[in-house]
């Protein structure tokens, strides 16, 4: 499609509960976010390290109908005056996307709109469309784009022709960087999620006080983080007072005979390379026009400074609010599968538990 070519005006009802958020958002014309609410069970899942997918779905039925009805208070709209729906059907915790997606049918049946099943990745893909005020700055995005798509669940370099167009070109082999930040801070006591955490640690230690792996694994597009993870764990071991060798995972805080803020930093700094030296040789390697980083991970501010100092074209940044998981981007990707009348492959009644790939690899 070329840059000039002008899309039927649209407002889009975007649904997300993938995992451990309840979102609903809607926007306009694939790009003004008129609301995005975003219901987040964080403190619910603390207790327990990680999400405890039986405690997220019920969460989402609870939630579910007063975060719609807010998306739609907050837009000023009522459902009859969307032109269609637009839902995560995967990848996800199979409880939490059948929660989405029946109420997303439900809404569907009921007004006669159009539904669109969304691939969560190509979700986060969209979030550098969103413009959730009309006084934020916003350039979009040239194609070829090259993605990372960085997050809990997935760590992804997908190359972007075109709207709707997609390649993959490699992926985790193990744990996603999200994944590890959350298994390393949950081992030095930091709590959950780990990301965060993991930053403010960071902040005062040195990223070269430790000299944890990099798994370059050269000749592939691909990523793996579990060697970096065994890495810090017996580093930890290796440092832990003999009174706690049996402690280990630390239970609840950090143990402060640990030089927490250097081993902290120095994990950050090895997953950070990797993910900007591969970002960067694939942008190249592929004559990307622009690079867009998206997911949970890409709030992380040590990879944001990191690849806007690394290369030297446009680089794309969501704002904080939807790095996260939210439906206004969820809502943007459906904009463009009605936009341009290219429904999601795979029948919408199809069950959620799979992992799609609906992103033409």
């Known amino acids: 499609m070329s840059p000039e070519a002008k899309l039927a005006p649209a407002r889009i009802l975007g ?10 958002a809607v926007v306009e014309d694939g790009r003004r976010a008129l609301s995005n609410v975003v219901a987040s069970q964080a403190e619910l899942h603390a207790e327990y390290g990680g999400v405890f997918p039986e405690v997220a779905s019920r969460q989402h039925v609870k939630v579910i109908d007063a975060v ?16 269609a729906i637009a ?12 929660v989405g997606l029946n109420m997303a049918k439900g809404l569907a049946l009921g ?64 744990d996603a960087a999200g994944e590890a930040f959350d298994k390393i801070a949950r081992l030095m006591g930091l709590g959950y999620p780990g990301g965060p955490a993991i930053q403010k640690a960071a902040e005062g230690g040195k990223p070269d006080a430790f000299n944890f792996p990099r798994a370059w694994l050269d000749g592939t597009w691909n990523f793996s983080f579990s060697g970096l993870k065994t890495a810090v764990l017996h580093q930890v071991r290796e440092l832990a007072p003999r009174s706690m060798q049996d402690a280990l995972p630390l239970p609840d805080m950090p143990d402060t005979r640990l030089p927490i803020a250097n081993l902290a930093a120095s994990f950050q700094a090895a997953v950070v390379d990797v993910l900007v030296g591969k970002t960067k040789a694939a942008a190249e390697a592929f004559k990307a026009k622009h690079i867009l980083v998206a997911g949970g991970v890409s709030a992380n501010q040590a990879l944001r400074e990191g690849i806007q100092e690394a290369v030297d074209i446009p680089v794309h940044l969501p704002p904080l609010a939807l790095c996260t998981d939210n439906a206004a981007m969820i809502a943007v990707a459906g904009y463009y599968r009605h936009a341009l009348a290219r429904p999601d492959d795979l029948n919408i009644d199809v069950s959620p538990g799979w992992l799609i790939e609906s992103l033409q690899i």
């Open 15 to 24: 649904i997300e509960t993938s995992c451990d958020e309840t979102a609903v």
């Open 68 to 83: 719609l009805e807010a998306a739609l208070k907050q837009a000023h709209l009522e459902l009859a005056d969307v032109d």
């Open 87 to 98: 839902v995560t059907r995967g990848p996800g915790l199979p409880g939490s996307l059948v």
């Open 111 to 174: 007004s006669g709109k159009p539904l669109y099943g969304i691939n969560h990745i190509e979700g986060h893909l969209y979030s550098a469309w969103v413009q959730l005020e009309e006084s934020q700055k916003h350039q979009e995005p040239k194609f070829p784009l090259l993605a990372l798509v960085v997050s809990g669940g997935h760590t992804e370099l997908i190359i972007m022709r075109d709207h709707l167009r997609y390649e993959r070109l490699g992926g985790t082999l193990d």
